[in-house]
């Protein structure tokens, strides 16, 4: 279920579950969860991609672990709001996605969030492996704090 905002988001929500938060990108996909309270992303783990097949199952089974709830997926909108060939493919693997697995799912703009993370990475010093190390899912960590805000 495709939601539109973070309110009708939110009132789909069985509580005490948990959200994962999505960066995708054509490589990996980083993935954040949040508490079950909605208050804190936390990062949490980086997907090498494979073939869709095999991602979609390695979500469904993370989803399944941890008790996950909702989804929200980082969409990779252009400066100036635009949508290119990125989000195409973002939106698309989500379509693909709910046909296996369909918790309420919401799109995030993730304008920014690898310079932000990239510069707090920068700022605390680590170094550029491991900084590629960790990046994807501490962008997904961004994203999904982002909405948790929004829901607050």
């Known amino acids: 279920m495709l939601l539109d905002n973070p309110a009708d988001f939110k009132q789909t929500l069985a509580p005490g579950r948990r959200l994962l ?8 996909i980083g993935l954040a969860l949040s508490d079950r309270t909605w208050t804190i992303a936390q990062p949490f783990k980086t997907l090498r991609r494979r073939k869709f097949r ?4 390695d979500l469904a089974q993370l989803a399944e672990q941890h008790d996950v709830g909702g989804f929200i997926i980082g969409l990779p909108v252009n400066m100036d709001g635009s949508e290119g060939p990125r989000c195409q493919s973002t939106r698309q693997f989500q379509k693909n996605l709910s046909a296996l697995i369909d918790p309420p799912t919401l799109f995030w703009d993730e304008r920014l969030s690898t310079a932000a993370v990239t510069r707090t990475l920068l700022e605390a010093d680590q170094s550029r492996a491991r900084r590629a190390q960790v990046i994807d899912k501490m962008a997904a960590a961004y994203i999904l ?3 948790l805000d929004a829901m607050r």
């Not at 938060?21 to 990996?28: A, C, I, Q």
């Not at 095999?54 to 199952?57: I, K, L, Q």
């Open 54 to 57: 095999d991602d979609a199952d």
């Open 145 to 147: 704090q982002g909405l």
């Open 21 to 28: 938060g999505f960066d995708l990108g054509s490589k990996t």
